[in-house]
């Protein structure tokens, strides 16, 4: 049993971990945030990324450059959601959603996430700068060369996706959109990308390059294999990025998942976890519910009970969550411990219907867990159920064999308030 405290080794050697591959795996669900918010297209953050690695490798730039390049492009509006939620600039509805680009504040939280990240060279003012324009009427004025080159390119690619479909690389489509770009030269758009738009944009492979089909291989091969060692520790940190953009998606959930992260340290530490089993674990809880960036806040946000249909689009999320984590290379148990946290013992749980054989010790607990923290969190339509409360919903349920009854009983002991 994985995570078994009995079992558990002590392990605590770093990760060998590439920055990109990671994000390549989450922007798959950022794609669907930008979706959903903005009603771009699918695979936005990809044809940025894309977009950026060809105009930055035409600049002449090394490949460190360009490793981080391509990861701040795939996380450019990583600040998207956080910025909607905490503002009350903008109406309560669908409209807001569609103007949440003009927030500068998307810009000023997206740079300040990235804080933990390791990149490999200077990429300061990046993401705070992605909506300037070159002849300084974009958000916070800056012009020209001020602007930082990576934001510059960004900027431009992130622009030219949103303006214009590129998913129809015939002829006329090209000319039109090379014509609307040479129309922003010098206003918009720098002079020299523009220049280095019109080489990589010469050739027939750039447009095919970013059908839907073809996007994801033709990105992983412009961006340079580069490896780091990484400490669990700062994978964590890591992974609380997407932790913030998870909770701050709907306001109904804003404490959920780094909640339970909190609670699985606490459990971790009960168990007394091995360094690395708790740290995975901890990032397991920090990431359980990434796949929900995928569920339209339609139904995130929806006050009311959910239809059986929006119920069953909703419980799609833990497909998503597998489907994106276990495309990260050394994330295979913590894939499982994320992805199963709504199995239940007996074979009722979604989306795969496992049984008891399939759910190792930190699937169990994650399942517990869930429940646990979504009764004694704070909704905007109930109060927070109190520990005592929250166990007489979960015992019955160890009771008919849906959880594991040690475990139910372990939280009932490691959090009731005391006497
Ligand atoms: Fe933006
Ligand atoms: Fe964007
Ligand atoms: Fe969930
Ligand atoms: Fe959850």
């Excluded at 390549?24 to 903005?38: G, K």
């Excluded at 994978?235 to 609670?263: A, P, Y």
């Excluded at 519910?289 to 999320?317: C, V, W, Y």
Aim: contains cysteine; glycine residues 6%; charged residues 25%.
């Amino acid at each position: 049993m994985v995570g078994d405290p009995a079992l558990s080794a002590s392990r605590t050697a770093p990760l060998r971990f590439n920055l990109n591959s990671f994000l390549l795996a989450l922007s798959t669900m950022l794609d669907f945030v930008e979706s959903d918010l903005l009603g771009v297209a699918s695979n936005h953050g990809r044809r940025v990324a894309y977009i950026t690695a060809r105009l930055i490798e035409r600049a002449g730039l090394s490949d460190a450059e360009i490793f981080d390049a391509v990861a701040l492009a795939l996380l450019h509006d990583n600040g998207l959601t956080e910025a909607l939620l905490t503002s009350s600039a903008l109406p309560v509805n669908v409209e807001r959603m569609r103007h949440a680009e003009n927030l500068t504040a998307h810009c000023e939280i997206g740079e300040h996430n990235l804080a933990a990240f390791p990149f490999l060279t200077e990429v300061r003012g990046a993401i705070k700068h992605h909506h300037e324009q070159y002849d300084g009427q974009g958000f916070f004025g800056l012009a020209g060369e001020d602007i930082p080159l990576a934001a510059r390119i960004i900027g431009f690619a992130d622009y030219v996706d949103l303006l214009f479909d590129f998913s129809t690389p015939d002829q006329a489509n090209r000319e039109k959109i090379a014509d609307a770009v040479a129309g922003m030269r010098s206003q918009a758009f720098s002079p020299r990308n523009c220049d280095l738009f019109d080489e990589i944009a010469a050739k027939p492979a750039f447009w095919l390059d970013l059908q839907d089909d073809f996007i994801d291989q033709a990105l992983k091969e412009r961006v340079p294999d580069i490896w780091q060692e990484l400490s669990w520790d700062r994978i964590l940190e890591i992974s609380r990025v997407f932790s913030r953009i998870v909770d701050c998606k709907s306001q109904f959930t804003q404490r959920h998942s780094s909640g339970l992260e909190e609670k699985a340290a606490r459990m971790a530490e009960f168990y007394q976890f091995d360094h690395e089993t708790n740290i995975k674990v901890r990032i397991a809880a920090s990431l359980h519910d990434i796949g929900k960036l995928a569920i339209p806040n339609s139904i995130l946000d929806k006050p009311d009970r959910l239809t059986p249909f929006e119920f069953r689009k909703m419980q799609e999320h833990t497909y998503y969550t597998r489907r994106c984590l276990e495309r990260i290379e050394g994330f295979a148990d913590i894939t499982e411990w994320a992805a199963n946290h709504h199995e239940r013992l007996d074979g009722s749980g979604y989306p795969l219907g496992l049984t008891a054989g399939r759910l190792d010790f930190n699937s169990r607990l994650m399942a517990c867990l869930d429940i646990y923290q979504a009764l004694t969190e704070e909704r905007p339509y109930r109060r927070s159920l109190p520990h005592r409360e929250a166990m007489a919903i979960l015992r019955p349920q160890a009771e008919d064999g849906l959880l594991e009854k040690g475990i139910v009983a372990d939280l009932d002991q490691v959090f009731a308030p005391p006497a």
